[in-house]
């Protein structure tokens, strides 16, 4: 009979900020493969009594970040996703959360005597990026790669590809759908066409010259996109979109930072009447200084909204024209 095998259960967590109208993830250096990697700690029950608890010390320790707004987003579980040389050691269990923060001079002082560094989000998802239209790189690298390898593949496997490209690269009468982050992503892997697909052994040389993206540790770069689709799901219906924004901000802030998460622009007008439409926010009654034209209102998110629905979000629709 075989003896079970060992298992650890690991913590990541995917932590958002938005600067400059970008979304940031905060990533930690390794010097010994020079890949970046989600901040990641072990639960050890011992220490503490849930993993929430274990993971919120883990980021404290390699980040000196404080955590605020955090949710488990799924546990990822499948063997080979933690690749180790020889893979004898211990099959990990990772917890993958999602976390949401804001930028301050503070905390970017404690960063700097930390591992941790933020990083352009679409650096490692370039072509979840539409705010300046379609990006080159689907047309001009990913989908050429990914139909071949879906002409290599026999029949019916040949099709079932075909079906899974359609759907989530809004191919023929199909729209993109901004929410397909996840499932894009393990197109590009099982195809062979990031980097960690080499890492985990899957091949022995990625199946393309052009370089999809910044390659991560492990599955750290799976987790991010599990983490962006889950954002991008969640700010339709929960105001989460607060938690990145400081405490008064201008309609125009508000707007760049629901497409820096979106990954598309918004209309302008449109947005302002959902805004207004949903009561999320409120006036300040001040405003911004602007230089060569008018000051800009300042609002706040208005709380009161949480005890009068159960779903308030900003339904900006969830699909982009190819």
Known sequence: MTSPAEIEIGLNAAIVAISARTPRLLVVDDDADALDALPFGPFDPNRHRTMEMSLRHTVETQTALELGYIEQLYTFGDRGRHKMPGDQGPHVVSVGYLALTRLDSDRDARLELSRARWRDWYGYLPWEDWRQGRPALLDGAILPALNLWAEEAPTPASASRRSRLKLAFGLDDFPFDEERVLERYELLYEAGLVEEAVQDGRI??????VALGRPMRHDHRRIAATALARLRSKIKYRPVIFELMPPEFTLTDLQGTVEAIAGR??????????????????????????????????????????????????KVGGRTSG
Do not use: D, I, M, Y
């Not at 022995?204 to 010259?209: N, P, Q």
């Not at 007008?269 to 209102?297: D, H, I, K, M, Y």
């Open 265 to 314: 622009h918004v209309h302008k007008q449109n947005f302002r009447r959902l805004v207004e439409g949903a009561e999320l926010v409120e006036p300040t009654g001040s405003t911004e200084p602007a230089t060569g034209g008018r000051p800009a209102a300042l609002f706040r998110f208005r709380r009161q909204v949480l005890e009068e629905r159960p779903a308030p979000g900003l």
């Open 204 to 209: 022995e040389r990625c199946r393309t010259t």
